[in-house]
């Protein structure tokens, strides 16, 4: 877009911009909207070395996202000091939770902006690869974890209207996406606000039925108490539907269940775990776990690493506890040493390790349907159902012809590593 001044005639382009995305997947949804909407105003989006104008787009999850956050907004101010950025602006969940605090310390920053809706939009600015994309179907939470700063940052649970998403999906199935990641804070959730009742069936149901490009639709985030017979049904029954369910447990023991605020119990969590491997043998579980909640103790963080180690989740991470301002959790007495809480996530990290060697080796031979993400010296990278972009293991794929990113092909696996797979196209 070409603007004119008041007083001339002469052409003045909008300035670039360029974003820095931190943070889960939903950010990143959310950081395509704002590109979007900048190069719909006529803004250039560049990378960030040839940009004048630099964004952040941060996260306020846990500690160590605050850290990286505030890193990098010193960092982008320092090259504004420079010169070579004219404005740095920052969005996202820091902005929302610590505006006027930053707005007072970091007076060099040119505009603070929290919250943005999640009505999809025609993206025109893409932050991952062409093939793969993302769905945000709901903002906020409706579960209350004492430990979670969501709610309070994200505010009240919102779902995008059906017929919204629907076009949506229309959209980027016409443009060619091979897999959609379908990513919320609690997809389950989805449509309690606008219809009274989950409806994350009936959308699926929709979504899949009226577009025939996209080989695989994923789940991403489920509570465990809402994973339903239906829902399993139907990822069992629907092809194009990835056999991975990611439902994050976060603890195993009752007490600490209780404390965290979580909505289940350890023999609800088994029943469900046991309900999904019967209806779908092949299934893929992905969790995630907290190590040193407070009060925990030595028996009850056994109790969790046995848990880990009998049920053998295909896929599992680990987060170490933070007590985050304003949260039920952080006023709990017992608060664990970092020593502590660090020793446990990495007792955690090595039984995982153990069983994620001894699942991987049990493909060695088989042949696996593959996504091949991008083109590497000595071949491809790849991955299978059981591997959602960014956070789980990759497929190293040799092949006699070329292959192109988001093509599908079926690879013989004749090597495991400790997360990932080698193999070669089966011609």
Known sequence: MIVLSKNSSVAIPKPKVGILSLGCP?????SESILSGLSRKGYRVVDMEDAAIGIVNTCAFIDDAKRESIDSILDM?????????????????LSQRYKEELARRLPEVDAFIGRISPEPGADC???TPAHYRYLKICEGCINNCSFCVIP????????????????????????????????????????????????????????????????????????????TEELVDLIKDEGRLCKYIDMPIQHINERILKLMGRLTSKKEIIKTIEMIRKK?????????????????????????????????FERLGAFVYSAEETTPAQALPGQLPHRIKSQRFDGI?????????????????????????????DGYLGRTQSD???????????????????EFVKVAINDTLEYDLVGRVAE
């Not at 939903?26 to 959310?30: A, C, K």
């Not at 995630?288 to 009998?310: C, H, M, N, Q, Y």
């Open 77 to 93: 101010l320092a090259l504004k000091k420079k010169g070579r950025l004219k404005k740095v602006i920052v969005y996202g969940c």
């Open 26 to 30: 939903r950010n990143l949804v959310d």
């Open 152 to 227: 309070r940052i994200k505010g009240k649970f919102t779902s995008v209207g059906m017929e919204s998403l629907a076009a949506r999906v229309r959209q980027l199935d016409s443009l060619g996406v091979r897999e959609l990641n379908i990513v919320g804070q609690d997809i389950t959730g989805y449509g309690l606000d606008l219809y009274g009742e989950y409806r994350l069936c009936a959308l699926l149901k929709k979504i899949i039925r009226h577009n025939k490009n996209i080989g695989w639709f994923r789940l991403l985030y489920l509570y465990p108490s809402r994973i």
């Open 388 to 406: 959602a972009p960014e956070v789980d293991g990759l497929v190293y794929v040799s092949s006699e012809r070329k292959l192109k990113a988001g």
């Open 349 to 377: 990290m090595k039984v995982q390790q153990d069983v994620s060697s001894e699942i991987n080796r049990r493909y060695l031979g088989c042949t696996l349907e593959v996504i091949i993400d991008e083109e590497e010296r």
């Open 125 to 127: 600015v893409l932050l």
């Open 280 to 312: 779908i043998p092949r299934v893929t579980l992905r969790t995630s776990v907290i190590a040193g909640f407070p009060s925990e103790t030595e028996s009850e963080f056994k109790e969790l690493v046995d848990f880990i180690r009998e049920y053998k």
